[in-house]
């Protein structure tokens, strides 16, 4: 078995939680997630299975967010999981405040990750570092959001507006809330976070447990192909000897047939053979003579028989 499930993940859980849950219903171990979500957090986690685990890094790095933010309050981890650290009325505050500082959230921009997060220093996550009351300076890093936009506005002492984000990957939702409420002098923190959509998959079609349960009771289930997960990638096709090459590891010259810009030197591309079979993920490298097809990820290989599963 090997594909993609795009898994509604529910509150409560780690994404580690559902990679084993998957494990396990699937009574398979090669199973891994795509972006992680925060326990807290619902929506989308695409889930990849057998050799799908080796393309997630291919995905789309795109996600879009629906997100509360709940100004008034700060608390240790950025959203409402931590301790309270401050907590002060910010009834002052309307709609029209946080329109006028959202441009200062789009674009490229500059965001420390929150304290409590699966961030690395010095090999070690942040989180645990926190747990054991160790401060330590968490570098800034440049994330990028292509779209913020308020969806709803509940004013009162403590006020909650409703965010949709469009970002790419590495954006923490929990640093906006955090350092929109610094920038209106209020502070803010994240109440609720659900992942509408993730690297090419969407919410609206996404399964939960239940539904997969009942799925694979009815022998109904099944995971949605590499193929599909990929398709936002141009694709080349082999003929029979260049596949056969190609799948041992092989670099081919560049060959006009493939209709791929020779310029398009740092994308990925689907490699298919005459039969429209996916063998894994090249990329065309720059030689001192000629363009190079070069292999990235092989996912199958050919013996003296001809196709057959790496």
């Not at 936009?149 to 939702?173: N, Q």
């Not at 000897?241 to 740092?266: F, M, S």
């Not at 090249?282 to 363009?291: H, T």
Request: with cysteine; charged share 20%.
């Amino acid at each position: 078995m090997e594909g993609f499930l795009n898994l509604n993940k529910p509150s409560g859980m780690t994404s580690h939680d559902c990679v084993a849950k998957v494990r396990k219903l699937l009574r398979l171990k090669r199973v891994g997630h795509g972006g992680t979500l925060d326990p807290a957090a619902t929506g989308v986690l695409p889930i990849a299975v057998g050799k799908a685990t080796r393309l997630l890094q291919f995905l789309p790095s795109e996600k879009v967010y629906h997100g509360t933010v709940r100004f008034g309050v700060i608390t240790t981890t950025d959203d409402l999981e931590g301790e309270i650290v401050q907590s002060a009325p910010a009834s002052e505050l309307i709609s029209s405040h946080i329109e006028a500082v959202l441009p200062n959230f789009l674009g490229k921009i500059e965001q420390v990750p929150p304290t409590y997060s699966a961030i690395q220093v010095q090999g070690k996550r942040l989180y645990n570092l926190a747990r054991q009351g160790k401060t330590v300076d968490v570098p800034a890093r440049i994330v990028e959001v292509f779209n913020i936009e308020i969806l709803d506005w509940r004013g009162g002492d403590f006020p909650e507006v409703d965010l949709a984000i469009a970002c790419g990957t590495g954006t923490y939702i929990r640093a906006i809330a955090r350092d929109l409420g610094t920038i209106l002098n209020t502070g803010g923190t994240l109440a609720a976070l659900t992942r509408k959509e993730s690297s090419g998959f969407f919410e609206e079609n996404s399964l939960t447990f239940p539904e997969v349960e009942n799925q694979l009771q009815e022998n109904k289930f099944s995971l949605l192909s590499m193929e599909i997960a990929l398709a936002h990638l141009p694709a080349i096709a082999l003929v029979a000897e260049d596949a056969k090459r190609w799948c041992q590891g092989q670099r081919l010259p560049y060959q006009i047939r493939w209709e791929i810009e020779p310029e398009k030197t740092e994308h990925h591309f689907r490699v298919h053979n005459h039969e429209d079979k996916l063998l894994g993920i090249g990329q065309l490298i720059k030689s001192e003579e000629n363009l190079l097809l070069a292999p990235q990820v092989v996912i199958s290989s050919y013996s003296s028989f001809g196709l057959d599963e790496v």
